[in-house]
């Protein structure tokens, strides 16, 4: 009988990247399941922002190749990568600041919009419809991150954690397949990475998303992740379960610097 598992949505297979005579990824491999939730893990310099921008396409990598949804990623120029259907949030908040929740939100559904810059100007019908769509859009990410209450106050006179959701509502806004997320728990206290860990997970099921997270938080990691991939000085050590992964010699030896 034929297999009846689905394609990987991400495949990332051999891909080294150098920096002149620095080599900061060394054929790496590992699939990413569709409608699962992977945390990317490892020390300090192993290699996992340069493998989100190659994701991005920020970095071009010099060996292997990464696909998505069985189409190269390379074919597609860094500014398609939200069209193709990629989200991502930063480790440094890119947020304006003195711009609304709304409008900050708003601004993630762009790349999701047809018109030029005559058909804005004539205001066309088919602008108005689109203007309608992002307007309903936002507003169900809005309500889906419990922003409703902040969504006409500047980004700037919210909290931190706070201004992390809006970041996390306008990656949202492109409609991703695969949501690429860069440290979301950094400068959160425990009670809001316990939030954000129920958070991932209710997005997760109820926009059928596929998740993959860059998290220095092990215990958020292990606890939201169906799987876990580990990263040192640009290699793989190990991919499984977050039991699998926590339980490996190498990552305990990366970690610790002692034998399991």
């Known amino acids: 009988m034929p297999s009846t598992t689905p394609p990987a949505l991400l495949e990332v297979s051999g891909v080294t990247v150098r920096f002149g005579g620095i080599t900061a990824l060394e054929a790496v491999s590992f699939s990413v399941m569709p409608g699962t939730i992977a945390g990317l893990i490892g020390p300090n310099g192993a290699g996992k922002t340069t493998l989100f921008n190659c994701l991005s396409r920020l970095y071009t990598f010099s060996e292997g190749k990464i696909l998505f949804e069985g189409l190269p990623l390379t074919a597609c120029l860094p500014h398609g990568i939200a069209a193709l259907g990629i989200g991502r949030t930063f480790q440094n908040l890119a947020l304006f600041r003195t711009m609304s929740v709304l409008h900050n939100v708003l601004l993630g559904g762009h790349c999701r919009t047809s018109s030029d810059f005559l058909s804005n100007a004539l205001r066309l019908p088919h602008v108005r419809r689109e203007e309608r769509q992002l307007a309903a859009n ?65 997005i997760q099921g109820e926009l059928a998303l596929t998740i993959l997270l860059v998290e220095h938080h092990m215990n958020l990691v292990m606890r939201v992740s169906d799987q876990v991939i580990a990263l040192d000085f640009g290699r793989k050590i190990a991919d499984g379960t977050p039991a699998q992964v926590q339980s490996n010699p190498d990552v305990i030896r990366a970690y610790l610097g002692v034998e399991a």
Request: proline share 5%; with cysteine; aromatic share 2%.
């Open 138 to 202: 936002a507003a169900r990410i809005i309500e889906l991150l419990d922003l409703g209450a902040v969504a006409q106050t500047a980004v700037a006179d919210l909290p931190f954690g706070t201004q992390k959701r809006v970041e996390l509502a306008r990656a949202l806004m492109c409609e991703p397949k695969l949501l690429l997320l860069d440290e979301p728990a950094g400068g959160l206290n425990h009670e809001e990475v316990d939030g954000l860990r129920l958070l991932l997970r209710r």
